[in-house]
């Protein structure tokens, strides 16, 4: 099945598209480029002779042509970026330039994102390009990947199957084959350990102490993670405090269905913190593809003091600050409303949010409370409003 993407790029400057790998990034670009040139890495035809010779990138482009050339997977030959450099001063092509890793980018491609490309990033679906084929109770289990919506994946098992897959060969394999880290048995348990963190307060040195492991390999750890954007750090919402805070970063694997296949799970654990976790996770994927997409700009911190009074998702930016409490609980309740009212003391100014599990919206003070589909539904005109 084929989805309406919320991304836009540029028609005439050239620029990145980065994302996890599975988000549709080469799909997308194949039925909007029609009659591009298509360079996949991946092929590994192309990808030797690439590597061994950047300057054949040339003898892909038809004489004269000025249309779009596509480079896949760009960060597997990292060289070739001053050839696309060259050839972007040269001519009036415009070059596509997708990437799962930023890691080799950011090594070698300044030059390309310091004016002469832009950097977009692809997320996994949003609620809005799923359309009538968004249902919370799916998303919570299986995420947004765009494979997972295929007529041959929809069922349970297949996408149990998927997730599992992208786990195994992607998670694991293609850090080993990046030569990121040579013990794919200490990173397995890792990813593992990171997902009790998955909506938490992240301390590295007790993810260090769990995995057996010491804490400045762990550390490298979750950078590889972040440099392959599958995880992100959500930092403490700081500016003009009047409280002690917190200073550690919140942990978040980029989509709730992946975090839910690598989560652990078994008599021990408890179904409520994992559902906790998964909505939080959906709430959060939404709202940075949002941000992206309508280009709001955005940032997106978490709240807490030393007291752990808390508020789960702050966004501040031009258009304003906004506060959103998430919660998976049918009926709130007064207590769940401490973190945004003691967040409202401190930020007059702001306009705060709970989500919750419920059905039905209500409005505490100057607190509006919204059923998570509702949220998720009209995301794009809250972020848009501001405050």
Known sequence: MEFERLIKLSPSKSCFLLGPRGTGKSFWLKQQCVDSVYIDLLDSEHYFRLLAAPEQLNSYIPPNYQGDVIIDEIQRIPALLNEVHR???????????????????????VNLLAGRALT??????TVAELGSQFNLK????????PSLYHESSTDAESSRDYLYSYVSTYLKEEVLQEGLTRNLEAYARFLQVASFSQGETLNITAVA??????????????????????????????????????QHPKFY???????????????????????????????????????????????I????????????????GERGLLAFEVKRKSKYSR???KGLKAFIKDYPMVKAYLIYGGKDSFYEGEITVLPMEKALMTLPEILNTGA
Request: glycine share 6%.
């Open 209 to 246: 102490r769990e995995c057996g492991l010491n804490r400045k390999l762990v550390e490298s750890y979750f950078i590889i993670l972040e440099d392959l954007l599958l995880a992100i750090r959500v930092p403490v919402f700081t500016k003009k405090a009047k409280r002690r805070l917190l």
């Open 335 to 337: 207590n769940d409303l």
């Open 138 to 145: 799916h998303s919570l289990q299986y995420g947004h990947l």
């Open 120 to 125: 977009y990033f692809m997320y996994p679906l």
């Open 301 to 316: 911190y978490y709240w807490r003091t030393a007291d752990q009074v808390e508020v789960g998702f702050v966004l501040y």
């Open 253 to 299: 694997y980029f989509d709730v269905g992946i975090y839910r296949s690598i989560r652990p799970k078994g008599p021990l654990d408890s179904p409520e913190e994992i559902d906790g976790a998964a909505l939080e996770t959906l709430f959060l994927q939404e709202l940075r593809a949002i941000n992206a997409y309508h280009k709001l700009a955005y940032e």
């Open 87 to 109: 050839l972007i001063e040269a001519t009036s092509i415009r070059f596509i330039l997708t990437g799962s890793s930023a890691r080799k980018l950011r090594k070698q491609g």
